[in-house]
């Protein structure tokens, strides 16, 4: 198909009145895209620190996640058996093979059964670890890798991510520059922003929970690690 | 796809008549305009962020042709492949060859207005390839043989009676003979059915919001969490999307995903936005072990530098015809071909040529909301009067209609003339009237007669009004 892509490059170089991929312009593309410039951004994406949590909590609760913020990474499998009991969820969890999640004490909810990788069909319950939070609409940002299982967020009915306090940011760009620093020049395959739980409109425009993705979302709001 | 835009007046008429019809559009008003707004008042930089977002556009297609190599570059680089194909037929096939190398039988679909633009259902049912749709408007419409009517809401012409019929036609044969009729029920039963077919697919196909230069990514927006499944599971991805979704960087990819929802179905943000670049890594844990992005011309690439080339920046959120009186009175299926509303009708004369398209831009009352309400700020009236001027000297617009047009010019040219016949037409007209005030019949106006009265005039023309009011 190279003679497609030559005829479709000369074509709208023909519209622009100028030769295919000039040099005045691949110079300006360069130029565009090594400056990373920033458009607007919301105010509301540039609050300080503490603001920037209050504010992605009630975001992500005004698009139907739940939110807990607790104090320490050490008390999240309680945090994680005590929502589970409290909404009558099953108890069997599959991890996101994080050494972050599989390391932690699991061993204080004997009534818990723990497993890791990518989940099947019969999976109920998956716990997951965001690289951010955003604060601007409540926003998780999780990618794909060696530690992390992109199908968990979305197979699972109940969907728990942990995000930790440092790495609640205002707005967007904030996120992805966090992950530029992360992954440096090898971008994962998959990077998901998730907003509250699976919905859809499509029957009469009537807003409906749990279209294909999880049900329910839970954040684990970690708050001590304010570095 | 097929269409049958040439009886768009037909189509309309009947769509007006359609009681199922006339109460599903009734909530296009309320809710997607309606929370639009909402959602517009509850960010004060909105107008800004539009402004930002059209000058996006605006410098990528004004570089189009390098953003679209880069593009391929870093696809290329993250282990995927780019296939660039100038019509519906060759990414039909492109696609079909795709699906054979990894022996597919079926492959799930993410919702996509360019596979409706090929027409890929069909083509590829025919050639021993089932495709699934998964997002549940679209599957709603495959169950009942349909074209979306909609951009984003593809079943939104169905009232839940019909899709509670369609639901107990198809599911019995799958062992659900119940008959479900209310909303949460019926979304449990599409979601337990397309699980296992998630799982199963050969091939995911998803369409893409936005492709990104800086990254060789591709972009989706979903509610329902389905174009994940559908792009995750499978062995291969496949993206089909058209040449003018890239956008340089990130930033650029954040401005425009910020207006998107918000002019779309009034959310603050969609609930998945994924970006996905290239096959799962030698150590992933899932994903797809092929990645290729089929890019889509049919005919953009010739838009370019000319008038038309302002349609290029639309992000096919909906906005104009959520808010276009036509689109709400007649629904999307009377437009006849693959984008109704305002954007149709400025958009698919060009692909199905002036002919085929005339009624398309009249179909309009050139009242400018979905100019107003457009995140990109498309002229779409000023496109479609192009497309009345483009039908006129090309002889398509039919000869009465020809001869009133010269007419009016020549009177419109010569204003003594003008305001003579103005006053006696008037005159006679409101002297006529004067009993009930309107017509239900007159002498060649039985186009607007047929449908509503024609109220009489006052008796005086609007100049010789304007004039005495300055005296």
């Known amino acids: 198909m190279s003679a497609a892509r030559t005829a479709i490059l000369n074509d709208i170089a023909r519209g622009l009145g100028r030769a295919p991929l000039d040099p005045a312009a691949q110079a300006a593309v360069t130029r565009r895209i090594d400056s990373r410039t920033r458009n607007t951004v919301p105010l509301r994406g540039q609050l300080p620190a503490a603001e920037q949590r209050d504010l992605f909590v009630s975001q992500a609760q005004a698009m139907g996640a739940t939110v807990n913020r607790i104090g320490s990474t050490e008390t999240i499998p309680d945090a994680i058996a005590d929502y589970l009991a409290g909404h009558n969820l099953p108890t069997e969890l599959i991890l996101s093979p994080d050494p972050d999640l599989t390391g932690l004490p699991w061993q204080r909810r004997p009534l818990l059964s723990i497993k890791h990788g990518a989940p099947w069909p019969t999976d109920m319950v998956g716990v997951a670890l965001a690289v951010a939070g955003v604060a601007e609409t409540g926003t998780l940002v999780l990618h794909s890798g060696a530690h992390a299982s992109t199908s968990l967020n979305f197979t699972p009915d109940t969907h728990i991510v942990v995000v930790h306090g440092s790495q609640v940011v205002g707005a967007y760009e904030d996120a992805f520059d966090m992950l530029r620093a992360k992954v440096g020049p090898s971008w994962p395959r998959t990077v998901n922003l998730i907003t509250g739980p699976s919905r859809t409109a499509d029957i009469e425009q009537t807003l409906i929970m749990g279209a294909h993705g999880p049900r329910r979302l839970h954040v684990i709001l970690v708050e001590n690690q304010t570095a | ?471």
């Open chain 2, 1 to 471: 796809m097929n269409f049958q835009p040439l009886d768009f007046k037909a189509n309309a008429r009947k769509a007006m008549a359609d009681p199922n019809l006339r109460e599903a559009l009734s909530r296009v008003q309320t809710n997607f305009s309606g929370r639009r707004a909402e959602a517009v008042a509850r960010l004060p930089e909105f107008d800004q962020l539009r402004h930002d977002a059209r000058a996006i556009k605006d410098h990528v297609l004004a570089h189009l042709d390098v953003y679209l190599e880069r593009f391929e570059q870093k696809v290329v680089e993250a282990g995927g492949h780019v296939h660039w194909c100038r019509t519906p037929r060759e990414a039909r096939e492109t696609i079909l060859s795709l699906c054979r190398k990894v022996e597919a039988k079926t492959c799930t679909k993410g919702k996509s207005m360019i596979a409706e633009e090929i027409a890929l259902n069909p083509f590829l049912a025919a050639n021993g390839v089932q495709p699934i749709e998964t997002d549940l408007g679209e599957y709603i419409i495959q169950l009942a043989d349909e074209p979306p009517s909609h951009i984003i809401g593809p079943a939104v012409h169905k009232t839940k009676a019909q899709i509670s019929d369609l639901f107990h036609e198809h599911h019995a044969k799958l062992g659900r003979t119940q008959r479900i009729t209310d909303e949460q029920g019926l979304v449990n039963e599409a979601r337990e059915i397309l699980r296992q077919k998630y799982f199963d697919a050969d091939v995911g196909i998803t369409g893409a919001n936005l492709l990104v230069a800086e990254t060789g990514s591709s972009v989706i927006v979903t509610n329902e969490g389905n174009g994940d499944l559908t792009q995750t599971l499978p062995k291969m991805h496949i993206v089909i999307a058209s040449l003018e979704k890239v956008v340089p960087t990130l930033e650029d990819a954040c401005t425009i995903l910020r207006v998107l929802a918000r002019s779309a179905t009034g959310q603050e943000f969609s609930v998945y936005t994924t970006f996905s670049t290239g096959p799962r890594r030698p150590d992933d844990v899932d994903g797809p072990g092929e990645y290729h992005v089929v890019l889509l011309d049919n005919g953009r690439s010739a838009m370019v530098g000319t008038v038309l080339g302002e349609l290029l920046r639309c992000i096919r959120c909906g906005a104009c015809m959520n808010h276009c009186p036509v689109y709400q009175s007649v629904g999307g299926h009377a437009y006849g071909w693959v984008y109704p509303g305002p954007i149709g009708a400025a958009l698919d004369p060009h692909f199905i040529g002036i002919e085929a398209g005339q009624h398309l831009p009249q179909a309009s009352t050139f009242c400018g909301r979905c100019e107003e309400v457009c995140p990109m700020q498309i002229p779409l009236p000023a496109i479609m009067r192009h497309w009345r001027e483009q039908s006129f000297s090309a002889r398509v617009t039919p000869p009465l209609q020809r001869y009133a047009i010269r007419l009016w010019a020549m009177a419109a040219r010569r204003p003594a003339l003008y305001r003579l016949g103005a006053r006696l037409a008037m005159g006679a007209l409101a002297l006529a009237g004067r009993g009930r005030g309107r017509f239900a019949r007159l002498p060649l106006a039985g186009g607007w007669t047929a449908g509503r009265d024609l109220p009489a005039p006052a008796g005086r023309t609007f100049q010789d009004q304007w004039r005495g009011a300055r005296e």
